[in-house]
């Protein structure tokens, strides 16, 4: 499933501090109904394409949900716990942290099963590259006129994650760093229309993440400075 407008997920909206905010929720259930409700919301559109790609059950979607929200929950309980304390405090709360993800984890296998949470899995390492090279596609030429199918959404991330060198271990921003622009661009060439290429290569939708260009730009800055380096000559030793 393919975006058409820009995710807003993928927008970085203005959020009071967590300790104001678990404060506001613990004294006012309007405050944290509505905390329950955008945290839902988020859910629901990060992971509605995950949803309809492994054809989960309308209860196994709600199970999901369920257990997002409780783990977020905790999350958000232990960082303002947390948040000013010492040293032993800390430490108390990542324990606590990791047996709740843990349970988590545990809890969403039982929802949706093995085989689907292994895909899960994929689908949150890959989530950085989705977003930056195809949502964000996606969203821009739906606007601009040139819309993708779900088709070409799936076959531009799998050129994506290629592009990467397929670093298992890589996740997140990371993987998106690690992209080779000119392999992605050969590819993308044989997915998308002329039009829509020609978007993908010179346009840089509003998404709340950095632009194509701008990891472009990055890459090249630090190989000139490792060219650079390479070229300085070595102080000699004392």
Do not use: C
């Not at 039982?110 to 930056?132: K, M, P, Q, S």
């Not at 996606?138 to 606007?143: D, K, M, P, Q, Y």
């Not at 298992?168 to 690690?178: H, M, N, P, T, W």
């Amino acid at each position: 499933m393919v975006a058409t407008s820009p995710p807003s997920v993928l927008q970085k909206e203005p959020s009071p501090p967590n300790r104001v905010l678990a404060d506001a929720m613990a004294s006012d259930p309007k405050v944290q109904m509505l905390w329950l409700q955008r945290t839902r919301a988020k859910a629901v559109l990060a992971y509605d394409e995950f949803f309809h790609r492994q054809n989960l059950s309308p209860s196994q979607i709600e199970r999901f949900l369920e257990n997002k929200m409780r783990f977020e929950e905790l999350d958000l309980d232990l960082e303002n716990a947390t948040a000013g304390g010492d040293a032993a405090g800390k430490n108390a709360a990542k324990t606590l942290r990791q047996r709740g993800k843990a349970d988590y984890e545990t809890a969403q296998q039982a929802a949706i099963g093995r085989e689907d949470y292994e895909a899960l899995l994929e689908y949150d390492r890959t989530a950085w590259v989705r977003n930056v090279v195809v949502n964000a596609l996606a969203g821009g030429a739906a606007v601009a006129g040139v819309p993708l199918t779900a088709e070409q959404g799936a076959r531009l991330l799998v050129a994506a994650l290629a592009a990467t060198g397929n670093d298992s271990a890589a996740r997140g921003e990371q993987l998106v760093r690690e992209i080779d622009w000119e392999m992605l661009d050969a590819q993308a060439q044989r997915v998308l229309t002329p039009e829509q290429f020609a978007f993908f290569r010179n346009a840089a939708p509003p998404t709340g993440y950095r632009s194509r260009w701008d990891y472009q730009i990055a890459a090249a800055v630090a190989r000139a400075q490792e060219a650079e380096g390479e070229k300085s000559p070595s102080k000699p030793s004392q």
